[in-house]
């Protein structure tokens, strides 16, 4: 697996996957391998069933969400590309990267672009709201199934009531961001992928 | 009050063992002409001389009616200890069993005026040790061991060096400057010392940690770090002493000694790691004769450990290795009530065990060999703490680089300060080679052993409330934070179950591969296969329902709208959040328990009662597997959140009567295999639980689906 690896993946994709997503050599290379332990196919490509296949995330209450996120929008194969874009949201960010030269765009395991990424998890379609309705979607998914709906939307009208400004009874990113401020995203948002 | 009446008994009780235990050092009376058993004849006849109606041979039952004794006082003490309300939250059960050991021992002493009954270092290495180590070795959490493997290894190997090299060293330093008392005690003497005094019991550690509720990660680290210190302990402390009996000792001979540590520490994995597939292959024969499929679960074990201390290997880690391996494969291959058997039978042998130990730690105490000397004594047990500390502290700066979850101050502390001795720095200095300042040592090891038994057993939890409470000075998160959090939570864990923990290690997913194809197919019989795949799924999953299921939270009228929230409403949504938010984060689960099984006999049973799921999927319809699976899958999720709405009704409608929405093609092929099940599922499921399994059994199916298409 460690030769088929290397010689699949060319130095030029390395390099530039390098300076859109910040990964190192060695764990880009890594990840490959994990990419294609997890292609079952061998075409280069992961579909949904090669996500589900892993058995924690069958049990984890946003299973498909988390795998949704991979895909972009109507597509339903990600090359390794795309898998590693995603996979940059959630690197640390490193205190070295504050002190050079601010790049032109902002990198994706910054802590707005953290956020974005958890904030469309709620946000199926795409609107830049968070609704009442995608929110009891979520909530429920994480809860068990004891508490009665009533319970559960009070529960919700009281999250979008905190975090809700302008009074649209929809949570907009900005929102959410501010809501947010308090928490430690970055330690919360990152793995520590091994050098 | 009702603490109070069991007291009385059980005090009345074990004097009576006390004094019973007394009894053998008085002559025998007793008319017994040689050989004839007067005192099983019955007949009232008093005829002088000859025959008796009541005689007394206590010593026909000497042996096995002390050791009873021994165990009922051990396990009263034990009993007494849990009943009596308040104690057990804050003195430790070691404590309470030391202190019970030590009356005894007093009393022995105050009756009899000579040395009561020590613990013979063989009885304690052959016969007390074993079940402690393969009771916390079988329960032992695999997949957050192996995980945290390097970190354990680098505290126990490392570590222990560090901490023997210190304490040998300084202690010499100590003698050196105290030349009139403790002049004669050789480098090596102290070296020796050094290496029985650092090692961190594996019992004494568990015995604490039971009432500290750890996390399991930091559980893990401790006690992993106490087993394997085992392997460089016993190097270090044999080592010392063929170097004490060698006119001079060479550079060669120490370069040896490090080779003996690869040795003894591989040695020891390798036997425990051969008996273990030999006993995973037996137990795969013992369907016929389930009965004593257990025994050879307790056997095989024994016989590593004894296989290992015969080739002066570390018994431990062969026993420990032993339990690792054989786990999974025999699970799969007994029935569910062996299984419950083997773990029931762990925990009571390895509760007696330690029981026990404690018990005659205190009892040994009370001796006349003691010597005393204020500067070694108190010297050894500051140098113990400090080396201990320092290098928690440096090792763990340097691991915490390599690590991904941080030992964090906090954990550094505990692993640091929960470092005890226990009984086998004990055993190991008896067994030291007399020499004059012998009792000086025993003394101290005691005095050691009781020190961080007491002491630091007992402020341990407290210290940590204090380090907790400083950290929890901010404000309560509110529910917004809380939600989030929680999602975070998922997302994190479910990123990371994508890149995989093992992904990132060759050698792992090779391990996984090679498990499944080779030694899956042969450690376990034919038709238990299937079953063992899923199991780790579905304990999961009950798991969790459990959480879910335990008691409804009270109902809370909140209105929605733009009023502040009342102090009790915000409680009690907190309190119905954190108890039905379901906790996914590793390190927040509780550790291993001694004294109750965890929810594995119920997810067992649940089981059971699913089993008939393989037939129900036959492999004929794997051709349409992935869409059939992807279907089933997401729809799974979307039919568990609408299934609340409904989660008073109870029967075989709701899941199926809704929309069929963009499963596609299979629409028509999930409806029949959930036909079957639901009617089968009700008689055996409470209510409410009905539409919850159904969703877990979809997931499963799925599961299994994918099983057998590999």
Known sequence: MGSRASTLLREEEIEEIKKETGF??????????????????????????????????????????????????????????????????????????????????????????????????????????????????????????????????????????????NGDSCISFQEFIKVLEKVDVEQKMSIRFLH | MAALWPLPLLLSQRL????????????????????????????????????????????????????????????????????????????????????????????????????????????????????????????????????????????????????????????????????????????????????????????????????????????????????????????????????????????????????????????????????????????????????????????????????????????????????????????????????????????????????????????????????????FVCSTLLLCLVWRATGVLLLTAVVNKLRRNAVTFRDQFIIAYGGLRGAICFSLVFLIDDFPKKRLFITTTIVVILFTVFVQGMTIKPLVELLDVKRKKRALPTVSEEIHSRLLDHLLSGIEDVVGYWGQHYWRDWFEQFNKRYLRRFLIGEHHQARSSILRVYQELERREQQGGEEAPPPVDLRPGGRPLLPEEMDSIRRILSRNLQNFNKKQTPAYSRHTLHQDGSAKTALHRHQSLPERHPCSRSTLCPQRAQGEFSKSYRGRARLSRSHTVCSASPRRSDPPDSVGPAALNPTQPSDPEPAAEEQQSPLHRAPVERATKKQLSFVLERETRQ
């Open chain 1, 24 to 165: 190192s050599h060695s764990q880009i290379t890594r990840l490959y391998s994990r990419f294609t332990s997890l292609d079952k196919g061998e075409n280069g490509t992961l579909s949904r069933e090669d996500f589900q296949r892993i058995p924690e995330l069958a049990i984890n209450p946003l299973g498909d969400r988390i795998i949704n996120a991979f895909f972009p929008e109507g597509e339903d194969q990600v090359n390794f590309k795309g898998f590693m874009r995603t996979l940059a949201h959630f690197r640390p960010i490193e205190d070295n990267e504050k002190n050079k030269n601010p790049p032109a765009t902002e990198p994706l395991n910054s802590r707005t672009n953290k956020l974005l990424f958890a904030f469309r998890l709620y946000d199926l379609d795409r609107d830049d709201k968070i609704s009442r309705d995608e929110l009891l979607q979520v909530l429920r998914m994480m809860v068990g199934v004891n508490i009665s709906d009533d319970q559960l939307g009070s529960i919700a009208d009281r999250t979008i009531q905190e975090a809700d400004t």
């Open chain 2, 16 to 375: 009576w063992a006390c004094l019973a235990l007394t009894l053998p050092e008085e002559p025998h009376d007793g008319p017994l002409s040689a050989g004839f058993d007067a005192g099983r004849v019955g007949p009232s006849v008093d005829l002088p001389g000859a025959l008796r109606v009541f005689s007394l041979d206590y010593h026909h039952v000497q042996a096995p009616f002390e050791i009873v004794l021994w165990i009922m006082l051990a396990s009263l003490a034990k009993l007494g200890f849990h009943w009596s309300g308040r104690v057990p939250a804050v003195v430790p059960e070691s404590c309470v069993l030391i202190m019970v050991g030590l009356l005894v021992g007093g009393v022995i002493y105050g009756v009899r005026h000579s040395a009561p009954p020590t613990l013979s270092a063989d009885a304690f290495f052959l016969f007390l040790l074993p079940p402690i180590v393969l009771d916390a070795g079988y329960f032992l959490p695999g997949r957050l061991f192996f995980e945290n493997l390097g970190t354990i290894l680098w505290y126990a190997v490392l570590g222990t060096l560090w901490n023997v090299l210190g304490i040998g060293l300084s202690l010499y330093g100590v003698c050196l400057l105290v030349p009139d008392s403790l002049g004669d005690i050789s480098l090596l003497h102290c070296l020796l010392f050094g290496s029985l005094i650092a090692a961190v019991d594996p019992v004494a550690v568990l015995s604490v940690f039971q009432e500290m509720h750890v996390n399991e990660q930091l559980h893990i680290l401790v006690f992993g770090e106490s087993l394997l210190n085992d392997a460089v302990t016993v190097v270090l402390y044999k080592l010392f002493e063929s170097f004490l009996r060698l006119p001079s000792v060479t550079g060669l001979d120490v370069l040896v000694g490090g080779l003996r540590l690869i040795v003894v520490g591989l040695g020891g994995f390798f036997v425990g790691l051969f008996f273990g597939l030999v006993a995973a292959l037996t137990s795969r024969f013992t369907s016929r004769a389930q009965v004593i499929a257990p025994l050879f679960v307790f056997l095989y074990s024994y016989l590593s450990y004894l296989t290992s201390e015969m080739l002066h290997f570390s018994g431990i880690m062969a026993i420990v290795t032993c339990a690792v391996t054989m786990k999974q494969y025999v699970e799969a291959n007994v029935s569910e009530r062996s299984n419950t058997n083997i773990q029931y039978f762990l925990k009571m042998w390895s509760s007696v065990s330690e029981t026990l130990i404690f018990v005659f730690l205190g009892v040994s105490t009370i001796q006349d060999i003691h010597m005393w000397s204020w500067p």
